[in-house]
């Protein structure tokens, strides 16, 4: 949930730092960029630190460098010192989510763990949500650095709670470290879904971040009042929360992969609607929240997939690494929306672009599926 707040925030702070510094909302993307590079930092190590010092010394080192990297965001004076301390804050929100996942998933049965996973990922779109019933508030009253203040401080409040209730290590750890760990989640039967997860998760989150960095911005743009951007990045999350909620009950009775399928078909339906039509402003927060709703959900069922595909002792670095592929999307979905927004594009040309690897992301979950109804045949005939 604080991993979410503290990305959420910076998308709607980003247009008032723009006009604060001068610069056009295009000059932001290196800071949209860093956090998703630090993301992916933050994501390959969590597999290695997990294993070496355990779980709960993963969390802790994560909510502490995240915390302190948020406070010291608002301090920032400009473009550079801000993308410098969005990569540092990013590496320990990168690593906080592969942990509470695998943790999570570890200590519940396992008809119950695909479900779990999804549930805590879900937490980033709750801390979206709070992110944007907060920030207007804040920042109307303290100014944009109170966002960061409150975002900096609550991750450091969690440390003690975590040392209080997360064990010290909840999984036996994997012969070797490091390139075996990796290594491994390319072992017997692993090797096919793991490209495909990777795949499917770096398509995912390039129309995820596209959209979750620059629609605060493009909505503006189309006559969205300032003192609403931050309802916007909150309509896109709360969707996604909804979305993720409902999420959960159908994959207890489909299963993963064809819930998912059918959120990729709500979402390219989603950007149609958006994208076609023409819409008064006092409706932009309705259609955002119903791309949120079908592409957030997503995310976290990234998340499930990891978690029905590796074993205890994989499942961090497996989450961690497929998290990372995400994120190198999310690095390209922000860098290809600076352009088009530098280029001058509409905000409904911006969103129909991203019905291509919403397509893209239906076609993997459909192999995904079948691969994994191969498995599962196969399994019962040895049996």
Same mark, same amino acid.
């Given at each position: 949930m ?80 801000l ?18 996942v ?48 409150? /975002?900096?401080? *609550?991750? =450091? %409040? ?7 209730? #997360?064990?010290?290590? @909840?999984?036996?750890? &994997? ?51 300032p ?16 979305g ?7 994959v ?28 008064a ?8 929240? /119903?791309?949120? *709703?079908? =592409? %957030?959900?997503?995310l976290?069922?990234?998340?499930? #997939?990891?978690?029905? @595909?590796?074993?205890? &002792? ?70």
């Amino acid at each position: 949930m604080l991993d979410g707040l503290d990305t959420i925030s910076i998308t709607f702070v980003a247009p008032r730092l723009a006009a604060l510094w001068g610069l056009h909302p295009s000059a932001m993307a290196p800071a949209f960029l860093a956090t998703s590079l630090g993301a992916v930092v933050g994501y390959l190590i969590a597999g290695r630190v997990s294993a070496q010092l355990g779980e709960r010394m993963a969390m802790i080192l994560a909510a502490a460098l995240f915390g302190l990297g948020t406070l010291a965001t608002a301090w920032s004076g400009g473009i550079v010192m801000l993308s410098v301390l969005r990569f540092v804050t990013s590496i320990g929100l990168g690593a906080a989510l592969p942990v509470a996942v695998a943790v999570a998933s570890s200590v519940v049965a396992q008809r119950h763990r695909t479900g779990i996973a999804m549930l805590v990922a879900l937490g980033l779109s709750t801390g979206g949500v709070l992110a944007g019933i907060l920030g207007g508030p804040l920042i109307a009253a303290y100014g944009w650095e109170a966002v960061f203040h409150v /975002g900096g401080v *609550l991750p =450091l %409040l969690m440390i003690p709670v975590i040392l209080a209730l #997360i064990p010290g290590r @909840i999984a036996a750890a &994997a012969p070797g470290a490091g390139t075996s760990l990796v290594k491994a989640l390319f072992g017997p039967g692993l090797a096919l879904p793991t490209v495909l997860l990777w795949t499917f998760a770096f398509v995912i989150f390039v129309n995820a971040y596209a959209l979750l960095f620059w629609i605060p911005t493009l909505l503006q743009g189309i006559g969205l009042p300032p003192e609403q951007v931050p309802a916007s990045a909150a309509a896109f999350a709360m969707g996604g929360l909804v979305g993720g909620i409902v999420m959960i009950f159908f994959v207890a009775k489909w299963g993963i992969a064809r819930t998912l399928i059918g959120y990729a078909l709500f979402t390219i339906a989603a950007v149609l609607v958006f994208s076609l039509g023409h819409f008064a402003p006092a409706q932009l927060l309705p259609l955002v929240f /119903g791309l949120g *709703l079908g =592409l %957030l959900p997503c995310l976290s069922g990234q998340s499930g #997939i990891s978690v029905a @595909i590796y074993p205890p &002792a994989l499942r961090t670095t497996g989450i961690g690494y497929a998290a990372a592929a995400g994120r190198i999307g999310s690095i390209a979905g922000p860098a290809v929306g600076g352009i088009m927004v530098g280029l001058g594009w509409t905000p409904q040309s911006f969103v129909l672009m991203t019905a291509l690897p919403t397509a893209l992301s239906l076609v993997l979950l459909l192999v995904i599926y079948r691969v994994s109804a191969t498995t599962r045949s196969g399994a019962t005939a040895t049996a």
